[in-house]
């Protein structure tokens, strides 16, 4: 788990602040999209959650609790509202990025700021 919240920029592929993710419509408000930067296991993969209110939230595509990848499957991230760990099960708070129920409960994901300009665009953030 990293301690430092900036720590992912330093990861191989992660990408650069400005990185053009795609448009927001593009993900359904309760639903999660991969988004991955490189190949093979230096790959930098990370997801943006659109939620309810109709913000959204990005984090590095790691469990903290064993560092393995959240989803089994492209884009299957959400529980009903959570975010599921399909490795050990774990439930994360789509909001927040904080474990509330599972192995790695009081921990979180690692967040990446992202933001939305005027016209719907989703990209990395400062």
């Known amino acids: ?3 430092d919240p900036g720590l ?28 991955r930067f490189g ?30 990848p959240l989803n089994h499957a492209p884009d299957e991230f959400m529980q009903s509202s959570a975010i599921l760990c399909s490795q050990h099960f774990a439930l994360f708070r789509a909001d927040t990025g904080a474990c509330f129920s599972g192995a790695c409960e009081g921990r979180s994901l690692t967040a990446i700021p992202v933001g939305v300009s005027g016209q719907g665009l989703l990209t990395i953030a400062d």
């Open 1 to 3: 788990m990293m301690d």
């Open 39 to 68: 190949r093979g296991r230096s790959a930098f993969s990370m997801f943006v959650v659109h939620i309810p209110d109709g913000g959204v939230r990005a984090y590095l595509n790691l469990c903290p609790h064993y560092s393995l």
């Open 8 to 35: 992912w920029r330093y990861r191989p592929n992660a990408p650069a602040p400005g990185t053009l993710l795609g448009p927001i419509a593009d993900i359904p408000v309760g639903t999660a999209r991969e988004y």
